[in-house]
Nanobody
């Protein structure tokens, strides 16, 4: 079982930055790919970024490429550094873990409770 806890959300003006953190409670963190998804009001949950178990491979949605960076370390944590935030980035951001992962929401077995990011224009 994997438990995930996100932190670092908040309110920021357009053009600002935030760093989200995801703490994983699991003994074999290195076995899991990590991902970030987001869900805006009235919309479906969408893929934002993912990073492989080794940290050597990552993937981003086109909407955040060049602005967001996903990373992980050996403290059982994953991060999402967000720069040049836009109003359309406003959403609840979720951390996810899975042995494989992918861009499909259904590919991820474990989810955190989410953290709100609000970007004002």
């Amino acid at each position: 079982q994997v438990q995930l806890v996100e932190s670092g959300g908040g309110s920021v003006q357009a053009g600002g930055s935030l760093r989200l953190s995801c703490a994983a409670s699991v003994r074999t963190f290195r076995n899991y790919a990590m991902g970030w998804f987001r869900q805006a009001p009235g919309k479906e949950r969408e893929f934002v970024a993912s990073i492989s178990w080794s940290g050597n491979s990552n993937d981003y949605s086109d909407s955040v490429k060049g602005r967001f960076t996903i990373s992980r370390d050996n403290t059982n944590s994953a991060y999402l550094q967000m720069h040049s935030l836009k109003a359309e980035d406003t959403a609840v951001y979720y951390c996810a873990a899975d042995c494989k992962g992918g861009a499909d929401v259904r590919s991820w077995a474990y989810w955190g409770q989410g953290t709100q990011v609000t970007v004002s224009s």
